[in-house]
């Protein structure tokens, strides 16, 4: 089993900034991609940004120029800086794992969610 610890939401004004970490911990050979969605109140959960074990990182069009994304392999933790921050940011943000285990199959693990609030 994976576990995902989310941390660094908040409150925070319109251009403000945040940093969001997401730590794993378990019995896992590996972890491949990690990531984070979000998820507004009564919209759809959505992929924000992607990162591979090797560092290549994928956003969505709403947040390039603005969030980035970044992880330490060797901590198991991703990180994502939002900066510039919109009222339409807020959510609930959800960070993932694709975990290699030990039957050679790789799991998707999801954190608790981390609430991002963007209001002046």
């Known amino acids: 089993q994976v576990q995902l610890v989310e941390s660094g939401g908040g409150l925070v004004q319109p251009g403000g900034s945040l940093r969001l970490s997401c730590a794993a911990s378990?019995?896992?050979?590996?972890?491949?991609?990690m990531g984070w969605y979000r998820q507004a109140p009564g919209k759809e959960r959505e992929l924000v940004a992607d990162?591979?074990?090797?560092?290549?990182?994928n956003y969505a069009d709403s947040v390039k120029g603005r969030f980035t994304s970044s992880r330490d392999n060797a901590k198991n933790t991703v990180y994502l800086q939002v900066n510039s921050l919109k009222p339409e940011d807020t959510a609930v943000y959800y960070c993932?794992?694709?975990?290699?285990?030990?039957?050679?199959?790789?799991?998707?693990?999801w954190g608790q969610g981390t609430q991002v609030t963007v209001s002046s």
């Open positions: 990162i591979s074990s090797g560092g290549s990182t």
């Open positions: 993932y794992a694709d975990s290699l285990l030990g039957d050679f199959k790789v799991y998707r693990y």
């Open positions: 378990g019995s896992f050979f590996s972890i491949n991609d």
